[in-house]
């Protein structure tokens, strides 16, 4: 392997999609790497393409080492290591295998993958005699990590005070009054000015259910997505290429997302084989590693409604039962589906833009579910969430960037003493989601008279309407509880917290003040 007298500022460990990228990276911003895979081709082939990627007239200063103990070797001290790794064992795995090689009190371990944030909290305590366990969850995919992903780090703030000029010098960039992305997309290139997609989030933990929360909203924004693509297909019939050119139109509005952006490209692709739009050679069966899933569990745990993304797990889950779906396509009857698709033809202009306006609404209610799904998670955490900080910096680097995130920026911004207890009660989200809501129940009805699954569209909707109803049907459920159960009911006409019980099944039917 290369040999260097200089030491190196940091150490990655785990060189896959992100953590090869990341050390690219780390190296472009003139940070030297010291960088180890348990795959020794994986460490390689990091230090050839860092040597193509400069040429003969500049070199990345990274180096490939054979292991963890020639690593601890290569670090100023105190060490700071990179873990990229997949989540669970292996991360325990490594900071283990550091332990053995000799890692210091001092030193800094950053955990970057997706790890379940219990997992993080209890990690910061289970080495805390050894080293400093810190953790920053990473968004941004392969290209993110390459060129600026979003980052999120959490745990002890000496430690971040370490990191924090060269995860700055990472990160994403946003021009901070349009809220628009700095771009870079060339290996050597960096960009020093805007601000960084990366901030400070809380205590052990907080970083990673924020992440966690983020990857909710990325499997709502993909359904979404998915299911207008889905009624457009089905309910009006048109191509992939039709639906690309619709969502090319979407994005250059309030719309405009990175998903929604590589939706119409996907839709444009054609296959290499057969000519045809690769997306419907794709099989229709979603994978997932569970970070939506984890989001719709905390959710249920908390009582913090978030339909919208449990939903989106959901829908992914069905999708697997490819199957059954094909059998029962056959036996359950559904609308009659004329040539052309079901919806009207002689509409479909309408038909498009009230699915515009839909989408724009069910996001909108989206993101207002994780919001304060992460605001409740905060106050039982005890972490004080900034959420003008946090939607500042998913505006660029991440998987959910869009422009639309300078509008949530705003609305945080705008709350004095953040006292938005839910994005729905921004005046921007309350007037514009009160104008497009017609539009919104017109697609959902569209589809349940069509038959074609929207699941997230409508339960976007339902959350909506369930939160602007000053009266809910929950008196009626108290009272099914109390008359099978006693389980007790509070009364409208009684101070709140006092408890009554009826005795519903006797003859008297007395109503008892419960102590
Ligand atoms: N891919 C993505 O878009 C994103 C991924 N993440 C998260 O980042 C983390 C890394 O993801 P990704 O790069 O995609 O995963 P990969 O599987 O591509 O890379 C993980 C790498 O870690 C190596 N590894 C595993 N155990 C050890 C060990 N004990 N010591 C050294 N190396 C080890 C693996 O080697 P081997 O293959 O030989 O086992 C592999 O090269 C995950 O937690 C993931 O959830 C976060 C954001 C986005
Ligand atoms: O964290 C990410 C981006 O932010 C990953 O892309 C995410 O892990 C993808 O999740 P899944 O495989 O469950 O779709």
Not at 25 to 50: E, M, P, T
Not at 281 to 301: E, M
Not at 314 to 340: E, F
Not at 422 to 430: D, G, K, R, S
Request: hydrophobic share 40%; glycine share 8%.
């Amino acid at each position: 392997m290369n040999k260097q007298t200089k030491l190196y500022d940091i150490g990655v460990i785990g060189l896959g999609v992100m953590g090869k990228n990341l050390a690219l990276n780390i190296a472009d911003n003139h940070y030297r790497v010291s960088a180890f895979d348990l795959d020794v081709l994986k460490v390689s082939g990091l230090v050839n393409q860092a040597e193509k990627e400069v040429g003969p007239h500049r070199t990345l200063g990274i180096k490939g080492c054979d292991n963890l103990v020639e690593m601890l070797a290569d670090l100023e001290k105190p060490r700071i290591f990179v873990l990229s790794v997949p989540a669970g064992k292996a991360v325990d795995g490594v900071c283990q295998a550091l332990v053995e090689a000799g890692i210091e009190q001092d030193d800094i371990v950053v955990d970057t993958g997706n790890s379940l944030w219990t997992d993080t909290i209890a990690r910061e305590e289970k080495y805390r005699h050894q080293f400093t366990f810190f953790s920053c969850a990473v968004s941004g995919g392969e290209v993110g990590a390459r060129f600026g992903p979003s980052l999120m780090p959490c745990g002890d703030k000496k430690a971040w005070h370490r990191i924090q000029p060269i995860w700055e010098a990472i990160a994403a960039k946003v021009d901070p009054q349009s809220g628009l992305p700095i771009e870079r997309t060339q290996p050597g290139e960096t960009v020093t000015e805007g601000e960084a997609c990366t901030s400070y989030i809380g205590p052990a933990g907080s970083g990673h259910y924020v992440k966690m929360v983020h990857n909710g909203i990325e499997y709502a924004d993909m359904q979404l997505i998915c299911e207008a693509y889905h009624l457009l297909s089905q309910g009006l019939g048109l191509d992939a290429l039709e639906v690309s050119a619709i969502f090319e139109r979407w994005n250059k509005g309030s719309l405009n997302s990175y998903l929604m952006e590589i939706s119409a490209d996907i839709l444009k692709q054609l296959d290499p084989v057969t000519s045809k739009p690769l997306v419907e050679l794709i099989l229709d069966k979603a994978g997932q590693k569970g970070t939506g899933l984890w989001t719709a569990v905390s959710s249920l745990q908390i009582g913090c409604p978030a339909p919208t993304m449990a939903e989106a797990v959901y829908a992914r889950a069905l999708s697997t039962q490819k199957t059954q779906r094909v059998k029962l396509s056959g036996l359950l009857s559904g609308p009659i589906s004329p040539k052309n698709g079901l919806i009207d033809h002689t509409k479909a202009q309408i038909f498009i833009d009230q699915l515009e306006n839909a989408l724009y609404c069910a996001k909108v209610s989206s993101y207002a579910q994780g919001f304060q799904l992460m605001a409740m998670a905060g106050k039982e955490q005890g972490w004080q969430l900034d959420f003008a900080k946090i939607a500042k910096i998913w505006r660029a680097g991440c998987i959910i960037r869009a422009t639309f995130l300078q509008s949530i920026t705003q609305a945080y911004q705008h709350a004095a003493d953040g006292a938005l207890e839910n994005l729905l009660m921004a005046e921007t989200f309350a007037v514009a989601l009160s104008q497009k809501q017609h539009d919104w129940r017109q697609a959902v009805s569209q589809a349940v008279l069509n038959g074609i699954p929207a699941p997230c569209i409508s339960s976007a909707l339902a959350y909506y309407d369930g939160y602007r109803s000053a009266i809910l049907p929950a008196n009626l459920l108290q009272g099914q509880r109390d008359f099978f159960g006693a389980h007790t009911f509070e009364r409208i006409d009684a101070p709140e917290g006092e408890k009554y019980h009826l005795n519903w099944s006797s003859a008297e039917r007395k109503l008892h003040k419960v102590n």
